[in-house]
Structure formats: structure tokens, C-alpha cells
């Protein structure tokens, strides 16, 4: 079963636009990660967020974690069309089990 | 690169087959993980191992099962092949733990299994 939903499931920007996806989460965590994949292919980890953290920042992603609300958002600023992939976020109880949400399609545009 | 290999790329199986699909971890990660991702869907938890023993499972039947080698690569295997069977199969490490980075989790490239 997945362990939330991500929102939207869909999402298509022009190049330089900014990204925003959504992700809630049902359960306690001890960390959010989010990924990439391209194509069906492998995950990418893009970035880990901790539950005592409430933002984190990598490169032009950002990412904020709201606990009590159990909810996450990652933007990816100054979007480009090799940005085009499905981003995934995933809840880790520290017992090796992740929890993936369906997934945000992106799509930009040049 | 991960450096999380998957062997093979592709595979078409008949229903009622058994398959085997193989994982080579990143050197130094003794954790493995599987992972079935249906198309359009997240992936699902299957199972992990630690040092060569089962150590979580997902909501899956007996019929999928694992190995862990001594030297940390692993395989999943399936027997009485269905339908439903057909998906990209994901396998993921994670460092040993006590190392920096040990909650991050690095997938292989997946293998594409197809039941026909």
C-alpha cells in the first residue's frame, strides 16, 4: 500500500518556470527523501530531509517538511526540460522500509 | 551512477515460470532491499536483507523470495510466475550502518520483467 499521496499527479511548466510538488504521508517517519526517475528507470535520491529539520536546500531544489501537517513540497527552481521525470517522495521509519507515494509527472517544456 | 548493478535488463516470462533477477550492491553496503513498481505506481516494498538474512518484508506471498550473498549482492526470486507479476523490479542499498549518508538509499537501474 502507499503510504500517501502526491500532488499533482501531473504537472507541465515552461523552461525557467519553477516546479512545485506535493507529497502527504500517513504515518511517524524519521526521515522524507524524494527521488527522480526518468523513463521508468532507476530512482535517483535527490535529496533527505529529517523530521527535526524543516527546510533543506540542494542545488535548485528546496525542500520543506511540515510533521504536523505530515506533508512535504519539493521546488525545483529555474526549470529545465532535463528536469523532465516522475519525482517520487518516500517515508523512512529507520527500519529500511521506504514508502513511495504514486508520483508527480513532470513535464517542461523548451 | 549508483554503482548498484541489476542483471538482466529485460525479461519475458510465460505464466506459471520461476525467474531470477540479480543485484550487485555498492561496494561497502551490507543492506539490500527489493522493490516492485508497477506501471504508473510507486514502488512497493517487497523485502530487505542485513548480513545475509531477511529483515523486513512487504505484503507479498511466499512465492517471492531472496538470497543474500557473503559478498553483500543479492537475488530476488519468483516462482509460479502471474500476470500481475509484470513490473520494473527495483533493488536498493544502503550503507552499513554507523557510516555518514547511512539513511540514503541507492537504487540499481531495475530489471523489466514481463509475464506473458
Known amino acids: 500500500s502507499q503510504q500517501g499521496e502526491e500532488d499533482p499527479q501531473a504537472l507541465s511548466i515552461q523552461e525557467g518556470e519553477n516546479a512545485t510538488m506535493n507529497c502527504s504521508y500517513k504515518t511517524s517517519i524519521n526521515n522524507l527523501q524524494w527521488y527522480r526517475q526518468n523513463s521508468g528507470r532507476g530512482l535517483v535520491h535527490l535529496i533527505l530531509?529529517?523530521?527535526?529539520?524543516r527546510e533543506k536546500h540542494s542545488g535548485r531544489l528546496r525542500v520543506t517538511l511540515d510533521t504536523s501537517k505530515k506533508s512535504s513540497s519539493l521546488l525545483i527552481t529555474a526549470s529545465r526540460a532535463a528536469d523532465t521525470a516522475s519525482y517520487f517522495c518516500?517515508?523512512?521509519?529507520?527500519?529500511?522500509?521506504?514508502?513511495f507515494g504514486q508520483g508527480t509527472e513532470l513535464s517542461v517544456k523548451p | 551512477e549508483t554503482g548498484v548493478t541489476q542483471s538482466p535488463t529485460h525479461l519475458i516470462k510465460t505464466r506459471g515460470q520461476q525467474v531470477t533477477l540479480r543485484c550487485s550492491s555498492q561496494s561497502g553496503h551490507n543492506t539490500v532491499s527489493w522493490y516492485q513498481q508497477a506501471l504508473g505506481q510507486g514502488p512497493q516494498f517487497i523485502f530487505q536483507y542485513y548480513r545475509e538474512e531477511e529483515n523486513g518484508r512487504g505484503n507479498f506471498p511466499p512465492r517471492f523470495s531472496g538470497l543474500q550473498f557473503p559478498n553483500y549482492s543479492s537475488e530476488l526470486n519468483v516462482n509460479a510466475l502471474e500476470l500481475d507479476d509484470s513490473a520494473l523490479y527495483l533493488c536498493a542499498s544502503r550503507p552499513t550502518p554507523g557510516l555518514a549518508g547511512e539513511d540514503e538509499q541507492f537504487f540499481g537501474p531495475g530489471t523489466r520483467l514481463t509475464v506473458l
Open positions: 530531509i529529517r523530521s527535526n529539520e
Open positions: 518516500a517515508t523512512d521509519d529507520l527500519r529500511g522500509k521506504l514508502i
